[in-house]
């Protein structure tokens, strides 16, 4: 006789989207210390580290044809996930579930997941931005996930999230959070309410930015790979 009781890491996985879906709805972002099922962090940060100089590229701002690469905005270099290594690949399938189970509860549509490695040397940042304005993106939740062991608040490269403005300019407030880039800590924000920035950092700092997006390819406008 068998009894279907789900794997233990299901059940781990459910508690924690349930947990993050709460988080969306009530504040908009969640921070989550070792967010991720059993050694997969380590293993991301093996492939990470096993990356050659020229993978990581100058990342830019603005898509395709307004695409510019501006020092004086983001100074980071990124390398984006294939799936090709077992690590990565492991990771999408975790954001897969994680889409599934945030569009079940939250009704989001999410419908495919974009990330890649970002390494910020000593002295870089990435200015206060918004990840999304509202109407012209399809991007709508924001991850990122740090891979820097032994990180402590003095190393700097926080992230500074600031409270919902859809303005542009962005207005100067006060931060609504600041989050220490700790290993496997996982942050989570809706892409079109929080304007955010990278401190410069005292020492290299390495993560996986990504993005949850919508569907909004219709017959005259295709959505852009990226
Ligand atoms: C980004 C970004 C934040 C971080 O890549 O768009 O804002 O903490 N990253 O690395
Ligand atoms: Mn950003």
């Known amino acids: 006789m068998y009894t279907l009781l789900p794997q233990d890491s299901d059940l781990v996985d459910t508690t924690l989207f349930d947990h ?40 830019g701002i603005g898509r395709q044809a307004d695409f510019q690469h ?20 492991e990771f999408l399938a975790w954001t897969e579930r994680l889409r599934e189970a945030l569009n079940r509860r939250l009704f989001l549509g999410l419908f495919d997941y974009e990330c890649h490695y970002a390494t910020y040397p000593v002295g870089a940042f990435y200015k206060k931005h918004l990840d999304a304005f ?5 991007r709508r939740l924001s991850t990122v996930l740090y891979l820097n062991p032994s990180w402590s608040a003095s190393d700097g490269g926080e992230l ?14 006060e931060p609504l959070r600041v989050v220490v880039p700790e290993y496997g800590t996982l942050v989570i924000f809706l892409s079109e309410e929080f304007p955010h920035e990278v401190l410069p950092a005292h020492r290299p700092r390495h993560s996986i930015a990504g993005w949850f997006r919508v569907n909004t390819s219709s017959g005259v406008r295709l959505d852009p790979p990226r």
């Open 20 to 59: 993050i879906a709460r988080s969306l709805e009530q504040d908009g972002y969640a921070v989550l210390p070792n967010a991720l099922p059993g050694s997969l962090t380590d293993r991301l940060f093996a492939d990470f580290k096993s990356l050659e100089a020229d993978d990581l590229k100058p990342a």
């Open 70 to 89: 501006n020092p004086f905005v983001r100074r980071d270099r990124i390398c984006w996930l294939r799936g090709e290594s077992a690590a990565s690949a």
């Open 160 to 173: 500074v999230l600031y409270p919902p403005s859809h303005l542009e300019p962005l207005p100067v407030t």
């Open 134 to 138: 509202k109407g012209q993106s399809n």
